[in-house]
């Protein structure tokens, strides 16, 4: 599968965006979808994923509340809503994929991933 990240971009804080991850195939609704995030000089951190099996949804604990992950099988997309933006949530914002975890934090264990994009939070 081959995905696509957009949405970012320059927003001030409180503000909300939308990023989408749209993925091509028709499997798309057998994989689990997570949101990464890496800020310069920082490691790929997890933001949040939608299970493949259960729809379940698992959020790192910096964004719950504010952030929602969501998926629409049938328009093979993923979606990340964020609510109420700080300036530590700016960074380059990735989509990710993977057929066979249902629940995983660690960047490894997704195979497939987007671009980036970027989201910045000024003040």
């Known amino acids: 599968v081959q995905l696509q990240a957009s949405g970012g971009g320059l927003v001030q804080v409180g503000g909300s965006l939308t990023l989408s991850c749209a993925a091509s195939?028709?499997?798309?609704?057998?994989?689990?979808v997570g949101w990464f995030r890496q800020a310069p000089g920082k490691e790929r951190e997890f933001v949040a994923l939608?299970?493949?099996?259960?729809?379940?949804?698992y959020y790192a604990d910096s964004v719950k509340g504010r952030f929602t992950i969501s998926r629409d099988n049938a328009k093979n997309s993923g979606y990340l809503q964020m609510n109420s933006l700080k300036l530590e949530d700016t960074a380059v914002y990735y989509c990710a994929a993977d057929p066979y975890i249902t629940q995983a934090a660690a960047p490894g264990s997704y195979e497939y991933w987007g671009q980036g994009t970027q989201v910045t939070v000024s003040s």
């Open positions: 195939g028709r499997t798309f609704a057998t994989y689990t």
């Open positions: 939608v299970s493949r099996s259960s729809g379940r949804t």
